[in-house]
């Protein structure tokens, strides 16, 4: 596969989830202006997050089609368009409408192309109802969680957006957006259930937002800061490359798992730490966020050993396995395999979990504890 197959697509990919990003903190914020005051969304969390999570998706899936055009636009993508064309959804489809449209007027801050005129509900609608591609092992999909980490959203902690392109199987573009990542390691560990302190953005030691992408096999993972305010993004000296830590020896490293209790088996995942022994209290973060935070070298380790019955969306791995793996570490289930992300929207076949690692030194380790305290464990 040549080094540069995928260099248009790669920088359509990130140049939209920059755009996608912009418009998550917008509605984070409560911006979302109304043009009639009778259909103004009420700033309650859920329908905040869904008009981010629609907006996102109709805003890539519309970039992606105009920027590509010379190819059949296949997207795989969490959100149905059926909720939003029900009638009671007529403010979320203003907002959403209006949202989408703010977003897409900014697209040549980004180097993309605006559309002639505003779209209208149809032509967003229709956007979002493309995103209805199943994946598999044929073809080119390319894979979207418009907000993965709705919890942090909310709560104005860690979410991520996140892109991906798979080709006959395998991920060979990821792009994971990251509003909240500080760009200082220690602000990360800040407890989490509390929002991580919000400084004006001018000020040095805090400085937030980036996004990471990655292509397979080029051996190399970046990052950019995000884009404030009005500036126009000087693309070709803003990415800084990102590796993965080269601690190799449990006690001196952190591993992170999820904050949210559903789908996920924590007294397993503590059996593991406690028989690989961690010193390091774990870092709690919400979201594809702990992809990001190992391959940038915050983390070690991040490990997620489903409920029974919960099966793995492609969507909610897909762009940050490929950035790790390309950032130099290593991602496999919980027996040492390759994930599968050509069978469709979920990962089948998977054993028992997902591991993420550093490098194969910890990754040898971390499998090894892990058959040893499934054996002792009655799950």
């Known amino acids: 596969m040549g080094e540069n197959n995928y260099a248009k697509e790669l920088d359509v990919a990130v140049r939209v989830v920059h755009m996608a990003c912009s418009l998550c903190q917008r509605v984070q914020e409560g911006l979302v202006s109304s043009t009639s005051n009778d259909h103004v969304v009420s700033k309650d969390d859920d329908s905040l997050v869904t008009v981010a999570d629609w907006s996102v998706q109709a805003t890539v899936s519309w970039m992606l089609s105009e920027s590509l055009s010379n190819q059949k636009v296949s997207i795989v993508a969490e959100e149905d368009v059926q909720t939003l064309s029900k009638s009671d959804s007529v403010g979320l489809l203003t907002a959403v409408v209006n949202t989408v449209n703010e977003c897409l007027a900014e697209a ?64 060979v573009i990821g792009v994971l957006g990251c509003p909240n990542y500080p760009r200082k390691k220690e602000w990360l560990s800040h407890h989490h259930s509390q929002t991580m302190p919000k400084m004006s953005d001018s000020s040095e030691t805090w400085e937030k937002g980036c996004v990471m ?4 096999g080029s051996g190399e993972a970046w990052m950019q800061p995000l884009i404030h305010g009005n500036k126009k993004h000087t693309w070709s000296n803003s990415a800084q490359r990102v590796q993965v830590s080269s601690i190799d020896d449990p006690a001196l490293a952190t591993f992170c798992e999820p904050v949210e209790r559903a789908n996920t088996n924590h007294s397993f995942s503590a059996g593991v730490a406690h028989s690989m022994g961690f010193k390091k209290q774990p870092l709690r973060v919400h979201s594809m966020v702990k992809y990001a935070a190992i391959a940038r070298g915050d983390a070690e380790i991040f490990m997620k050993f489903a409920q029974s019955g919960y099966k793995e969306k492609i969507w909610d791995h897909a762009a940050g396995v490929i950035i790790v793996e390309e950032a130099g570490g290593v991602v496999t289930d919980a027996g040492g395999h390759p994930l599968d992300f ?38």
């Open 213 to 216: 992408y990655a292509q397979r």
């Open 108 to 171: 040549p801050k980004y180097g993309l192309q605006s559309p002639k005129k505003a779209l209208g509900t149809s032509q967003i609608l229709e956007a979002i109802s493309q995103c209805n591609s199943t994946g598999g092992r044929k073809g080119r999909h390319w894979v979207l969680d418009p907000v993965d980490g709705t919890l942090g959203f909310v709560r104005g902690d860690q979410y991520a957006v996140a892109l991906a392109l798979i080709e006959e199987g395998k991920i």
């Open 342 to 379: 050509s069978r469709g929207l979920y990962l089948e076949g998977l054993d028992r979990g997902i591991v993420a690692c550093s490098g194969t030194i910890l990754h040898e380790k971390l499998i090894g504890a892990v058959y040893a305290s499934w054996d002792s464990s009655n799950l």
